[in-house]
């Protein structure tokens, strides 16, 4: 039973080794598939054994590290943190398995993959801050070698603006981390950092402005995570130039990050900033206008895959949104929003990965009827899109149904200009999809075959789960609400102006 | 018996889905049995369901679903009644497909398509809360969006598609903005223990909505059905959300019979009436700002019936005249409630259903007909038709009927005075009642204007379809195709569409007396206009009837008899035809001004521009990036390839770190 988080990390890290060592690419993906889907499992046995009447942390685990600067290897999840190692290891078997044909430096690329996994796992489920933040960057150096290495044209560039921006941004964060350490330690004479000893010393900070420092720094480094309108151009770059499975791990699992930040430690800190209700409304403004702007902007791309990156910023914006309207249900809905955007977009990007790689192109203008060759490709794809634009009955839709309406209890004004975007939404995801693939083929593009097997068999297993968690929400949603209840009874006394 | 089992009526049609969807290929038709078996089975249940709560009986079941929410089936008279239209109906579609879509390859993806909407239409109306409805409501929308781009091959279907699903969505995304309201609304007055839900009841089922709207601020009550409404609107084509019907005609014909003119597009109706008590329950005077939610359906309806019918009357393309009439009879099922229900209190959903269902006959007779012609002929062009009628007898006949209930043909003996009863098709008796209506209406509230369009578009309404009905079947051939009648599997079931299209007018007292009670078993009181006993005049009782043998006779005249020659009257280029033709442009201003220029070339361009060159370009390369460069340039003359170097700065950058932090924060 115990040490089940670190043994799931191991076996990552020890699978992320061995993947490297191999000789074949054949034997490269089944390391990677065995251990990725070895982790799975653990994570599933976890899931199931998730005690989701309980707000605190479970399956804790903790062994000194470097005791003098009070850093210890503290592992354990609650209801924030489940659902997204869930979801980290539904994703990266399944992007393994939608990457079965790499052919290019396959034990790197695989291993590269699974490095990912001990990254996302290791952020989602450290206590100990320090060991966050090593995890927190871990995660940026397979992608950043993912992009350079297996990327498009302009690869350098966007692997470099990847990996600038989002370091910067990390670096900001660490001194926010810092300074939270020090404080505590200044306080109490004891080095230490445990995530919720430093979080709950937090509140003593006498300067107004320090406090404000340290908040608006560690928003910021989860913001450009998410990432949030104005700190996103690096987005659309690198999921351009990115590898399908790249691409995929950076949407689907690298955002979660900056809303696990969010949820873990921004909302915590909340009541003891210096004004929160003044932050709340700048949360609710930064996430408002990265609903309308990554929609529109959306609507301005010809490059199909720009436009799903575009779309991750706009549904990303509600994640931001509900979190800042401090309401339970609005908070279950971000963190809904995260697991189950998690999913939509795997299937969205990966669609991008088959077109491309069957008609060397993605740019609307010159596709055209491929559904006539493509047709089950097409079938996942509109199911995909139409999660994805917040069709009832498919995980997208709780979540933005959660969201806007508990945010109307505290932002209505807000509320009605999300709810503006979605028929926009709805505008862009359906006029590529009648460009794209349907009407009369586009004979251009000379003969093309429809996805491969395994391409299909994972886009399939992702809609399924997208359908299951749209009429049954409540597993992860259960636990969910668990914790933001716990985190609503320090958040009601805001006041939001 | 039947009652327990109501949730089959939908999982039925569901697993129809699934089998047809992954077996299909294999079977006879393209899987075409599995659905209509499945949906025969849901008639079946909704029946018995019907014969056992008769007459005032309700099945209700709830089970919790997710933050409150729950997911249930409430069969109510007005529930029941929708149940066996839409599962009969559906039932003769689907048989009638079997020869319609004989020769299409993807048999399976229609059959599977059909039967997702039938369930999802089903589910709509046995909901028994707002959110289940809203999420059928969707899925009907997005399976009347995968027919309407049934052939996704042709440029056209697949536009229409996309714009069907876009303008209705504009009304859903108001629907859903009315659910916000309303759930934060009900949560307030929870939250003043105003009011309170009991154990094993929901915040959004029907049964609390009526109970808080008495509670609920006026205003907000207003706002709420009237986003309500703005739901109906995109769903059930009225103006100005009804450009998106015409062109759904894109789709297979039954993909229209069923979908676009009997069941899907009076889900919009059906919310009006199923949320009737919140309507009722408004202000019903215009006061400090606040509109009569009633008098704005009363008059979006009526509009709407009268300028559909308008452009009904030019149209060539056979399905689009009875894409327009669809809109138009939505319009008076609006009409009704929203004016019959200002002074007849719950009558007028008995009245607005009665037309609801009535129009469901014969319209998806008229579509049948239609794809019966367009099966024979090839084409749907009735410039390209003509004598028809003794080629096809069965169809011209059964469409004759169906035309004859559309303009409402029959005849007012008891409406007179006289001792037998009214004779007429079932639109003689469906319409007349909504006329009447607005008529009692126009002389309580002293506003004759509803009364008014609802009798000119009456007029309109026999012209359009005569001059159908003439130019298709009479006169004659106009091209060389040859026609051929269809065979027995379609024919049939226009012949049980026609019985019902003459017939069902006879049950309107039983339905009235049944479908009024609906809310008064939820114990919902729906206050009435009390007044003296409403007689009109023999010739007012007389005018729907006259005007619809005139527009007959009009029809006659130019169409058949060739007595004007419309083409000498009337140029090409007057402009009320261009207009007309053009449908007032409002395909240009949708989907060209709002959809392309406004949406696309201004604001997403512009934020594209912003995105690149002001946020990317200068903040970011620009002033950051040239910043950092030109240190870099600074550092790099620090460079010296040596590792020992950085090591050691490494560890001095460390220490000065610590060692700023040990000064600021004092002793460590």
């Known amino acids: ?497 | 018996m039947f009652g327990e089992i109501s949730a089959l009526i939908v999982l039925l049609p569901v697993l129809a889905f699934v089998l047809t969807l992954f077996l299909g290929k294999k079977l006879y038709s393209g899987g075409a049995l599995l659905p209509i078996a499945a949906i025969a089975g849901s008639f079946i249940i909704s029946l018995g369901t019907f014969l056992e709560i008769y007459p005032d009986g309700m099945v209700q079941q709830s089970w919790p679903w997710f933050a409150g929410m729950n997911i249930g089936i409430l069969i109510d008279p007005l529930a029941v009644v929708m149940l066996m239209m839409v599962s009969f109906v559906s039932l003769l579609i689907h048989i009638y497909a079997v020869g319609y879509m004989a020769h299409d390859p993807a048999k399976p993806r229609y059959f599977a398509e059909t039967s997702l909407f039938t369930a999802a239409m089903l589910s709509v109306i046995l909901s028994d809360n707002i959110l289940q409805f809203f999420i059928s409501w969707e899925l009907v929308g997005l399976c009347s969006f995968l027919l309407i781009g049934f052939w996704y091959h042709k440029p056209s279907a697949a536009a229409a598609a996309k714009k069907a699903f876009l303008v209705t969505r504009v009304g859903d995304v108001l629907f859903l903005a009315g659910i916000v309201l309303l759930y934060v609304n009900i949560s307030e007055i929870i939250a003043t223990r105003a009011f309170s839900i009991e154990p094993g009841n929901f915040i959004l089922q029907f049964k609390t909505m009526f109970e808080a709207a008495k509670l609920i601020d006026p205003t907000q009550l207003t706002l709420i059905t009237l986003l309500f409404f703005g739901g109906a609107v995109g769903k059930s084509g009225q103006f100005p959300l009804h450009g998106w019907l015409p062109d759904a005609m894109e789709g297979p014909t039954t993909v229209s019979a069923l979908i676009h003119a009997a069941t899907m597009v009076t889900a919009g109706v059906y919310l009006v009436a199923r949320t009737f008590p919140m309507f009722v329950a408004t202000p019903a005077t215009i006061s400090a700002g606040v509109p009569d939610a009633l008098l704005i359906v009363a008059y979006v309806g009526g509009f709407t019936a009268l300028f559909a019918a308008t452009m009904g009357l030019v149209m060539n393309d056979i399905k689009r005249v009875l894409a327009y009439s669809t809109v138009s009879q939505l319009g008076y099922m609006m009409l009704a409630l929203g004016t019959a229900g200002a002074v007849l209190g719950a009558k007028a959903v008995g009245i607005s259903m009665f037309h609801l269902i009535a129009h469901a006959f014969f319209k998806a007779l008229l579509f049948l007909c239609a794809g019966s012609v367009i099966h024979a002929m090839g084409t749907n062009d009735i410039r390209e038709m003509g004598g028809l009628f003794g080629k096809m007898k069965i169809t011209a006949i059964t469409m004759l009927i169906a035309a004859l209930a559309l303009a409402g043909i029959g005849f007012p003996f008891a409406g007179l005075g006289m001792p037998i009863l009214n004779i007429g098709t079932a639109g003689f008796f469906s319409k007349d009642a909504i006329i009447e209506g607005a008529l009692e209406y126009g002389e309580v509230k002293g506003d004759m204007i509803p009364y008014g369009m609802a009798i000119i578009a009456a007029l309109l309404t026999s012209i359009y379809i005569f001059r159908l009905w003439f130019m298709t079947f009479t006169g004659k051939p106009r091209s060389e195709r040859h026609a051929h009648e269809s065979p027995g599997v379609m024919t049939r079931p226009l012949m049980i569409l026609a019985i019902f299209a003459l017939l069902f007018g006879f049950s309107q007292a039983g339905f009235y007396g049944y479908v009024e009670k609906n809310f008064e078993l939820m114990n919902v009181e729906i206050a009435v206009h009390e007044g003296e006993a409403f007689h009109p005049s023999p010739i007012i009782v007389m005018l729907p009837v006259i005007v619809g043998v005139l527009g007959i006779l009009i029809s006659y005249a130019i169409y058949n008899r060739r007595m004007l020659d419309m083409s000498k009257i009337i140029s090409s280029g007057n402009p009320i035809y261009k207009l007309l033709l053009n449908r007032y442009y409002e395909p240009k201003l949708a989907a060209d001004i709002i959809g392309v220029k406004l949406t696309h070339d201004v604001v997403a361009q512009s934020g594209e521009f912003i995105d690149r060159k002001i946020i990317d370009g200068l903040v970011i390369d620009n002033i950051i990036g040239k910043t950092v460069f030109q240190l870099g340039e600074l550092v790099r003359k620090l460079q010296t390839g040596v590792v020992q170097n950085y090591a050691s700065v490494t560890l001095l950058g460390l220490g000065l770190l610590i060692i700023l932090l040990k000064i600021r924060f004092g002793g460590i």
């Open chain 1, 1 to 497: 039973m115990a040490a089940l988080i670190s043994l799931m990390i191991l076996i990552s890290l020890i699978g992320a080794i061995i993947t490297f060592l191999t000789r074949t690419r054949e034997q490269a993906r089944v390391v990677a598939l065995l251990a990725s889907g070895i982790s799975f499992v653990i994570s599933l046995f976890m899931f199931l054994r998730f005690d989701s009447s309980i707000p605190t942390i479970q399956f804790a685990e903790s062994y000194p590290w470097i005791g003098s600067l009070g850093i210890s290897l503290k592992f354990g999840v609650d209801g924030i943190g489940m659902p997204l190692v869930l979801l980290s290891n539904i994703v990266i078997p399944l992007t393994v398995i939608f990457a079965w044909g790499e052919t290019k430096q396959a034990n790197q690329f695989y291993g590269l993959i699974l490095l990912e996994l001990v990254g996302v796992v290791g952020v989602f489920t450290s206590l100990d801050f320090f060991v966050f933040y090593i995890f927190w960057e871990i995660v940026l150096i397979p992608m950043y070698f993912l992009i350079s290495i297996w990327g498009g044209p302009r690869k350098d560039y966007s692997a470099i603006k990847f990996f600038i921006y989002t370091h910067v941004a990390s670096l900001v964060m660490l001194l926010a981390i810092f300074s939270l350490y020090f404080n505590a330690w200044q306080i109490s004479g004891t080095p230490n950092f445990d995530m919720f000893y430093l979080l709950k010393n937090y509140s003593v900070i006498e300067s107004t402005m320090l406090k404000d420092a340290i908040f608006l720094a560690l928003l910021f480094g989860f913001l450009v995570k998410m990432p949030a309108v104005p700190f996103h151009t690096w987005l659309p770059d690198a999921h351009v130039e990115a590898p399908t499975a790249g691409s995929v791990i950076l949407a689907a699992l690298l955002l979660k990050m900056g809303g696990y930040g969010l949820f873990r430690v921004i909302l915590p800190l909340l009541p003891f900033s210096g004004s929160p209700g003044k932050l709340v409304i700048v949360m609710a403004i930064i996430g408002v206008l990265s609903i309308l702007y990554g929609t529109f902007l959306a609507l301005a791309q010809r490059d199909l895959k720009k436009m799903v990156a575009y779309s991750s910023i706009s549904h990303m914006g509600y994640v931001t949104l509900g979190a800042a309207a401090i309401v339970p249900l609005s908070i279950s809905g971000a963190m809904y929003q995260q697991f189950s955007h998690g999913l939509i977009t795997c299937v969205l990007f990966m669609s991008c990965g088959v077109i491309q790689h069957s008609t060397g192109t993605r740019v609307i203008g010159n596709l055209g009827g491929i559904a006539k060759y493509m047709p089950k490709l097409t079938f996942l794809m509109l199911a995909g899109f139409l999660a994805s634009l917040g069709l009832p009955g498919m995980s997208g839709f709780i979540a933005e149904f959660l969201v806007l309406v508990n945010s109307y209890f505290t932002l209505p004004n807000f509320v009605i200009l999300a709810l503006f975007g979605i028929v926009f939404t709805a505008g862009y995801h359906l006029w590529a999809m009648q460009r794209a693939m349907f009407g009369t083929y586009n004979e251009k593009l000379g003969h093309i075959h429809d996805g491969a097997n395994y391409e299909m068999f994972s886009m399939a297993v992702i809609i399924l789960l997208v359908i299951y968690f749209g009429l049954n929400p409540n597993p992860v949603l259960t636990m969910m609400t668990t914790n933001s209840e716990q985190l609503y009874t320090v958040l009601k006394g805001v006041v939001i102006p």
